[in-house]
């Protein structure tokens, strides 16, 4: 217990910080009220303006390459006496195997296709002993939680991605695994998908994917305060991973979609002779960046750029799906997304209201509304959920309910204590349902001991209360009451 207390001791202590920082933080912007912004602005503009016109010149100039080789091909030209070739060979051989931060390295880049190399890893160190160790949900019934104490080489991603023959034709390829899966449906997932870029307005895609359902599944990963999880009001009301088809672009400056239509909400350790014929899965997301246009790498959370001009996102996502027993996935499997009661229990498992009914299909709709801002290396965001659950289907017996209704909402805050290598953050989520409130908090720091985003240790206090959600690569259980402390090394480049 004396380990506990100097996790809340050092919450305290972090909390203290946050809390000065935003007083000093104030009393800066004040005093600077008076500066010209407007000489600023169009700086910024200017400069989103040249990097737009920079990438397409260098798309326009990766399709002339490809038309020259493809012309002095038919008329048997040898590229080495060929100086546009030579000249581009010598400039390509430069550039294999450099690093660009968003790509990776850059493994090959010729006239035909380039292929860049990435990676997202990590080693967690786990420690629940302070949770209880039973829970009994509203109807009465208790269970055993399986309370972890150890050390996992947790996850390893490889993403390999690029362009081939068409720099507007688009692929990534990846081998995702989660060690403390092994033995559990899809502990290993070799998925991808295939893309076509027509313009900054529409992009196509199909192959595996996340549904934009909540900010956190719209590509903001790895861009997030916490490592390689959610609060848990995220993770009840959001969908997952599934095949589909998405279009995604930029409608004007800084107003973005993504739209998808998929086969269910989470598909990873479900096989195709598991899901319906539906194809009835939909998930959209529009969001708009007014002042600056953007909201750093990936638009994720958290200020490590330290925006001189306050940075704002707003966003609003709706996600509807008809979901079958038989298409659900294992409560283990990595990254599952299940539609629970707001005690935990499963509503696809069996007789989940005591009642003795079964439910063989329901119909799931959400909606969550998000905003933010940064700016100087301080950030907070906000995000309200609301989900819908109706129109069920039964196997068996009956339920006492018609459709559950439940609402939720999180916010988290940071600030750069140290620029570019000491963060701190707080959060805080709460589910608001018609079985149970349950909420979390937490505090955490990231230290970048490199003085890059690539690399990082996060130290993290989780205090759980009542916990609807949890399976064995997050650090919180179904069930969960109490402080669960987590240590973790980062790699992600």
Request: proline content about 3%.
């Amino acid at each position: 217990m004396v380990y506990f207390r100097l996790v809340r001791f050092i919450g305290v202590c972090v909390g203290a910080l946050v809390g000065t920082g935003f007083v000093i933080s104030s009393s800066l912007f004040a005093a600077e009220v008076d500066l010209d912004t407007a000489k600023q602005q169009a700086i910024e503009k200017e400069l989103k303006q040249l990097q737009k016109t920079r990438n397409e010149l260098l798309d326009k100039s990766n399709e002339f390459d490809q038309r020259i080789r493809n012309l002095e091909s038919q008329l048997g030209v040898d590229d080495k006496s060929s100086p546009s070739s030579s000249s581009n060979r010598q400039s390509t051989d430069d550039q294999w195997g450099r690093y660009e931060p968003g790509k990776g390295f850059v493994v090959v880049r010729t006239d035909n296709g380039e292929v860049d190399f990435s990676v997202f890893t990590y080693v967690r160190y786990l420690n629940q002993k302070d949770l209880e160790k039973t829970y009994t949900d509203s109807f009465g019934r208790t269970s055993n939680l399986d309370i972890r104490n150890d050390m996992q080489f947790q996850k390893l991603t490889l993403n390999f991605k690029g362009w081939l023959f068409d720099p507007k034709f688009r692929y990534l390829f990846y081998t995702w695994t989660s060690n403390t899966s092994q033995g559990d449906p899809a502990q290993v997932v070799v998925a991808g998908n295939l893309g076509y870029n027509f313009n900054e307005e529409f992009s196509l895609y199909a192959g595996i994917g996340a549904l934009p359902s909540t900010r956190s599944t719209n590509y903001t990963f790895p861009n997030w305060l916490k490592n390689d999880h959610r609060t848990i009001s995220d993770e009840y009301f959001r969908g997952s991973y599934t095949t589909g088809l998405w279009a995604s672009g930029e409608i004007s400056d800084g107003l973005k979609y993504r739209a998808m239509l998929g086969n269910n909400l989470s598909q990873l350790g479900v096989n195709a002779a598991q899901l319906d014929e539906g194809l009835n899965t939909v998930s959209a997301a529009l969001w708009w960046m007014p002042t600056t246009g953007e909201y750093g790498p990936g638009e994720g959370l958290g200020d490590y750029e330290k925006h001189q001009q306050v940075a704002t996102l707003f966003g609003v996502h709706f996600t509807h799906s008809r979901e079958d027993a038989q298409g659900q996935p294992g409560t283990d499997s990595f990254e599952n997304s299940q539609i629970r009661l707001s005690d935990g229990t499963r509503i696809f498992s069996n007789d989940p209201f005591g009642t003795g009914g079964n439910i063989q299909k329901a119909t799931y709709q959400m909606l969550a509304i998000n905003g933010g801002f940064k700016y100087r290396g301080w950030s907070l965001e906000a995000e309200l959920y609301n989900r819908r659950v109706d129109d069920f289907e039964l196997s068996s017996g009956s339920i006492p309910v018609t459709e559950l209704n439940d609402w939720g909402y999180q916010a988290q805050g940071s600030s750069m204590i140290i620029p570019k290598t000491l963060q701190a953050y707080l959060g805080y989520s709460k589910i608001i349902g018609q079985y149970g409130n349950p909420y979390d908090v937490s505090v955490g720091i990231n230290w970048f001991f490199f003085e890059r985003k690539e690399t990082r240790i996060n130290v993290q206090g989780l205090y759980l209360k009542d916990s609807p959600v949890g399976y064995s690569s997050v650090p919180f259980a179904v069930g969960g009451n109490g402080w669960v402390l987590t240590t973790d090394l980062i790699v992600a480049f």
